[in-house]
Nanobody, 112 residues
Framework: QVQLVESGGGLVQPGGSLRLSCQVS????????MAWYRQAPGKEREWVAL????????NYPDTVKGRFAISRDNTKNTVYLQMNSLKPEDTAVYYC?????WGQGIQVTVSS
């Protein structure tokens, strides 16, 4: 049974930082690309970070480029999303994904 479990979300002030984690089980983590998505209220889910199975060539949309960083530890079956210089518009439920599998999502709220 494949499971993706996110952690590390919460409430942070504008300009602050958070690091999300996503631990994967029941799946060959090291041979698959990983991605982070987010969905804000009333908006479609959007992609915010992608990394290949080798831990290289991260890719980001312009909305988060320079502020977010994806990384992975294949020895821990975990992918991370470091989020810096957070803005209120980053408020959303964040999901990790690999192939057809999604985590349950975790809330990130950026507010003063």
């Amino acid at each position: 049974q494949v499971q993706l479990v996110e952690s590390g979300g919460g409430l942070v002030q504008p300009g602050g930082s958070l690091r999300l984690s996503c631990q994967v089980s029941g799946f060959t983590f090291s041979t698959n690309a990983m991605a982070w998505y987010r969905q804000a209220p009333g908006k479609e889910r959007e992609w915010v970070a992608l990394m290949n199975e080798y831990g290289s060539r991260p890719n980001y949309p312009d909305t988060v480029k320079g502020r977010f960083a994806i990384s992975r530890d294949n020895t821990k079956n975990t992918v991370y999303l470091q989020m810096n210089s957070l803005k209120p518009e980053d408020t959303a439920v964040y999901y990790c994904r690999t192939g057809a599998y999604w985590g349950q999502g975790i809330q990130v709220t950026v507010s003063s």
